[in-house]
């Protein structure tokens, strides 16, 4: 598996799977309005990486580099699991020049499993619109 910056060519496919990932991610969210589009609006300015194999794309991981923050990271959800989301994580980390953050929805069990299991430790709650998230921070260098 390889991790490499994004190409335009690369478009199609993420929009399809930053639907379909976040239709199987947010069970408890109503996402009848989540379009392809979403995709474009949700990246702007972001340095965005893939993971690929053999040609077949994936996964992502968006940071916004200025904050070492990471956006979205998201694996088709047709995948079993093989460690894409580990090796995009890892990517991100070694990008950062400080202490990387996120923030995961509360509700997410499985991506703030997958957060822990990787070091990354709650910081702080918040609330963006109603949905109650936690800011979390990358492991100590």
Request: glycine share 8%.
């Given at each position: 598996?390889?991790?490499?910056?994004?190409?335009?060519?690369?478009?199609?496919?993420?929009?399809?799977?930053?639907?379909?990932?976040?239709?199987?991610?947010?069970?408890?969210?109503?996402?009848?309005?989540?379009?392809?589009?979403?995709?474009?609006?949700s990246?702007?300015?972001?340095?965005?990486?893939?993971?690929?194999?053999?040609?077949?794309?994936?996964?992502?991981?968006?940071?916004?580099?200025?904050?070492?923050?990471?956006?979205?990271?998201?694996?088709?959800?047709?995948?079993?699991?093989?460690?894409?989301?580990?090796?995009?994580?890892?990517?991100?980390?070694?990008?950062?020049?400080?202490?990387?953050?996120?923030?995961?929805?509360?509700?997410?069990?499985?991506?703030?499993?997958?957060?822990?299991?990787?070091?990354?430790?709650?910081?702080?709650?918040?609330?963006?619109g109603?949905?109650?998230?936690?800011?979390?921070?990358?492991?100590?260098?």
């Amino acid at each position: 598996m390889q991790i490499r910056p994004y190409q335009e060519a690369d478009r199609p496919f993420l929009r399809n799977l930053y639907l379909a990932a976040r239709q199987a991610a947010f069970t408890w969210r109503d996402t009848q309005n989540y379009r392809l589009e979403d995709f474009d609006r949700s990246t702007i300015g972001e340095e965005i990486w893939i993971a690929e194999q053999d040609g077949r794309l994936l996964g992502f991981v968006s940071l916004y580099r200025a904050e070492d923050f990471i956006h979205h990271l998201y694996v088709d959800p047709r995948l079993p699991p093989q460690g894409v989301g580990s090796a995009l994580l890892h990517a991100a980390e070694r990008a950062f020049t400080s202490t990387g953050s996120l923030k995961c929805l509360v509700k997410n069990h499985k991506a703030l499993a997958f957060y822990h299991k990787h070091g990354w430790q709650i910081v702080s709650p918040g609330d963006d619109g109603g949905e109650e998230y936690y800011l979390m921070h990358s492991p100590k260098r």
